[in-house]
């Protein structure tokens, strides 16, 4: 039986207007002093794929090993498109107003699919604070009102947000990263932004960023935030769950965390803060702070060790 060890990936960094250098200061990631908005963790996508780093398959895509080996998928895998997408995100300024659509809309509308995720806040400045849906009830045609008269961030939800917070975003919930806010982003993989607002900002040609109000006011939902969770599982590991994934945020001090990678999933980790290693099949793998592995469903048994480190795992 072939021997399943975890893949180091090399992230995909993308440079968008309202980004830092947290990324390439901090984590290490792309050059030094480069201005980051998003470092792909897990991506196997047209507009962005990782290259593997290091072992049998160093310097391949993880479509190319995906190709040669399907059952490091898992059991839950359809067979068609990869189905996470995972960032860090550094918003230095605040990003955009904005919406996803559901899969029903994202298939009708797009080749893409829909998007629910996941944030968890890495580290926020003081008095930093994200939009979590509407602050009430508001037709459509109040909302177009709204962006065409000024009014629409009244209408937002504001909320206070501090390191070690998580918070769902399933798709029709309007939200948006506010400044100074770093965070783990998990995601259906699907790059479809219906910009509701953008604070009349302009691209690097020049122009006002597009707006996309009435694919917005199409997959709005007004719901109540406060009712907006993901499925309960009395793990306190678990940050959020649903259909399309399950994450899990560990602390490491000093302990050791025992894992098993299953038949029905993939594991993906990713080193948010410290420095800690995967122990498995009697060999070690390191993680410093930023660092990403696709661990192939089957693998079996491994362990996480660490003396201060926080490691996110995902799975679908």
């Given at each position: 039986?072939?021997k399943l060890v975890?893949?180091k990936l090399?992230q995909?960094t ?9 990324l390439s200061?901090?984590?290490g990631?792309?050059n030094e002093?480069?201005q980051?908005a998003?470092?792909?963790q897990l991506t196997c ?5 990782n290259?593997?780093a290091?072992g ?11 190709e040669?080996?399907?059952?490091s998928?898992g ?6 498109r990869f ?9 230095e300024k605040d990003?955009?107003?904005?919406v996803?659509?559901d899969?029903e809309y ?6 893409d699919?829909?998007?629910t995720?996941?944030w968890?806040i ?10 979590y849906g509407?602050?009430g009830?508001?037709?459509s ?7 065409e008269n000024?009014t629409l961030?009244s209408?937002m939800?504001?909320v206070?947000?501090?390191a070690g917070e998580?918070?769902f975003?399933?798709?029709g919930l ?7 806010i770093l965070?783990?982003e ?9 910009r509701?607002?953008?604070y009349n ?6 122009k006002?960023?597009?707006?996309h109000?009435?694919?917005a006011?199409?997959?709005i939902a007004s719901t ?9 599982t009395g ?6 769950k649903c259909?399309?994934?399950t ?6 001090c000093g302990?050791?965390?025992a ?9 993906h ?10 122990e498995?099949g009697?060999?070690?793998y390191?993680m ?6 696709f661990?192939p469903?089957?693998?079996?048994a ?9 490691v996110i795992?995902?799975?679908?």
């Open positions: 039986m072939e975890p893949l090399k995909v993308k440079q968008i207007i309202w980004g830092g250098t947290r200061g901090e984590y990631l792309g002093g480069e980051i998003e470092a792909w996508r047209e507009d962005g794929v290259t593997i290091g049998e398959y160093d310097g391949k895509t993880i479509a190319e090993y995906i040669e080996n399907k059952a998928m059991t839950k895998w359809d067979g068609g189905p996470l997408l995972i960032k860090l995100i550094d918003a990003l955009s107003i904005q996803h659509p899969d994202a298939a009708a509308h797009t080749t699919f829909g998007k995720e996941m968890y890495v580290d926020a400045k003081p008095g930093a604070k994200i939009i509407l602050k009830e508001y037709t045609r109040e909302l177009r009102a709204g962006i000024g961030e209408m939800n504001y206070p947000v501090h998580a918070y975003i399933p798709s309007v939200h948006a990263i506010g400044e100074g965070i783990a998990i995601q259906q993989n699907s790059n479809i932004t219906y509701v607002y953008d900002r302009v691209g690097a040609d020049g006002l960023r597009p707006l109000i009435d694919d006011l199409a997959v109540d935030p406060a009712h907006v969770k993901s499925e309960e793990d306190p590991t678990v940050i959020a259909k399309y994934f994450v899990n945020k560990y602390d490491l302990e050791e965390k894992l098993t990678v299953g038949e029905e999933s993939f594991l980790l990713m080193c948010i803060k410290g420095r800690a290693a995967i498995i009697g060999e070690s390191e410093n702070m930023g660092d990403t592995y661990v469903a089957g693998a079996g491994l362990t996480l060790k660490a003396e201060n480190a926080q795992a995902s799975t679908m």
